[in-house]
C-alpha cells in the first residue's frame, strides 16, 4: 500500500503563489508517472499537470505557463508550483500515482482558496 500526502494549500489573494507538496511513501520512480488532479464544488475533476518516468510533462490548457511539476526522486516528493493564482484555481488538489496510463494511488488532497 502506498500513501500520497498532500500539503501546502491555503488561502491567497489572486496574483499570489503557492507551492503544494505530495511526499510518497514508496520510489516515485517506480511507477510510469505522477500528477496533480483538482476538483471544484460542483465541478469535474480535472487533471492539472503530469510528470513521467523521463520527465515529460502534462499541463491543462487552464494552468499552462502559470503551474510547473517537478519531483525529486530521492526524496519521494512531487511539487506543483502554482504562480499567478486566480479565483478560479480555488479547489481541492489531489497527487496522485499512475501505473502505466492509469491512476493507481491518490491521496486525499489539500484545499487551494484564491480570494481576496
Known amino acids: 500500500q502506498v500513501q500520497l500526502v498532500e500539503s501546502g494549500g491555503g488561502l491567497v489573494q489572486p496574483g499570489g503563489s503557492l507551492r503544494l507538496t505530495c511526499a510518497a511513501s514508496?520510489?516515485?520512480?517506480?511507477?510510469?508517472?505522477m500528477g496533480w488532479y483538482r476538483q471544484a464544488p460542483g465541478k469535474q475533476r480535472e487533471l492539472v499537470a503530469r510528470?513521467?518516468?523521463?520527465?515529460?510533462?502534462y499541463y491543462a490548457d487552464s494552468v499552462k505557463g502559470r503551474f510547473t511539476i517537478s519531483r525529486d526522486n530521492a526524496k519521494n516528493t512531487v511539487y506543483l508550483q502554482m504562480n499567478s493564482l486566480k479565483p478560479e484555481d480555488t479547489a481541492v488538489y489531489s497527487c496522485?500515482?499512475?501505473?502505466?496510463?492509469?491512476?493507481?494511488?491518490w491521496g486525499q488532497g489539500t484545499q487551494v482558496t484564491v480570494s481576496s
Open positions: 514508496a520510489n516515485i520512480f517506480s511507477f510510469y508517472a
Open positions: 496522485n500515482a499512475y501505473s502505466t496510463m492509469t491512476v493507481r494511488y
Open positions: 510528470i513521467d518516468k523521463i520527465g515529460s510533462t
